[in-house]
T-cell receptor, first 111, second 115 residues
Framework: SQQGEEDPQALSIQEGENATMNCSYKTSINNLQWYRQNSGRGLVHLILIRSNEREKHSGRLRVTLDTSKKSSSLLITASRAADTASYFC???????????FGEGTQLTVNP | GAGVSQSPSNKVTEKGKDVELRCDPISGHTALYWYRQRLGQGLEFLIYFQGNSAPDKSGLPSDRFSAERTGESVSTLTIQRTQQEDSAVYLCASSLDASYNSPLHFGNGTRLTVT
């Protein structure tokens, strides 16, 4: 079964708007990572947030982590058409080495 | 250097045949993962290799699936007696080491279609 669940499953916005995607998970984690996947390609690592961190920034990306609620959010500011892709959260559990992925959010940014 | 390379990029096979998928990780990466992704879905963990340690095979869906890795280089995923439900994209990823904070680097996957 999947550890992470993303919300929403699909999101369509206009260029320039912000996009927010949420992820919930079930177990204790060491870190939470966000990946991006363009159609027909592999996943690309975007950002990692450790369990003792609450917020992290990278360019137009902002990630928050609330371990008490077992949830994370990914914010993409000033979106571009090139941001169109699927976005996945992945968790590294404290009990093991595997990285478990959620079902993903399909983001469409309309020019 | 080069990224993770997977071959073939596409494979069409008849039900009941065996297939072998190949993954060349990034040089120097000691950890290697295989995932399966069905159309429009997330990634399903299959198997994990770390150096010379015993692999974590807990995600393999049946005994028709097996994987090997030669040292810290090439890995092959073998599916015997393929079934239509095996149709999916098989993704390989490597990371520098097994530390919790090493991100995964993915190949572009092998799209397997079982007819």
């Amino acid at each position: 079964s999947q550890q992470g669940e993303e919300d929403p499953q699909a999101l369509s916005i206009q260029e320039g708007e912000n996009a927010t995607m949420n992820c919930s998970y079930k177990t204790s984690i060491n870190n939470l990572q966000w990946y991006r996947q363009n159609s027909g390609r592999g996943l690309v690592h975007l950002i990692l947030i450790r369990s003792n961190e609450r917020e992290k920034h990278s360019g137009r990306l902002r990630v928050t982590l609330d371990t008490s609620k077992k949830s994370s959010s990914l914010l993409i500011t000033a979106s571009r058409a090139a941001d169109t892709a699927s976005y996945f959260c992945a968790t590294r559990e404290t009990s093991g080495s595997r990285l478990t992925f959620g079902e993903g959010t399909q983001l469409t940014v309309n020019p | 250097g080069a990224g993770v390379s997977q071959s073939p990029s596409n494979k069409v096979t008849e039900k009941g045949k065996d297939v072998e998928l190949r993954c060349d990780p990034i040089s120097g990466h000691t950890a290697l993962y295989w995932y399966r992704q069905r159309l429009g879905q997330g990634l399903e963990f299959l198997i994990y290799f770390q150096g010379n340690s015993a692999p974590d095979k807990s995600g393999l869906p049946s005994d028709r699936f097996s994987a090997e890795r030669t040292g810290e280089s090439v890995s092959t995923l073998t599916i015997q007696r393929t079934q239509q439900e095996d149709s999916a994209v098989y993704l390989c990823a490597s990371s520098l080491d097994a530390s919790y904070n090493s991100p995964l680097h993915f190949g572009n996957g092998t799209r397997l279609t079982v007819t």
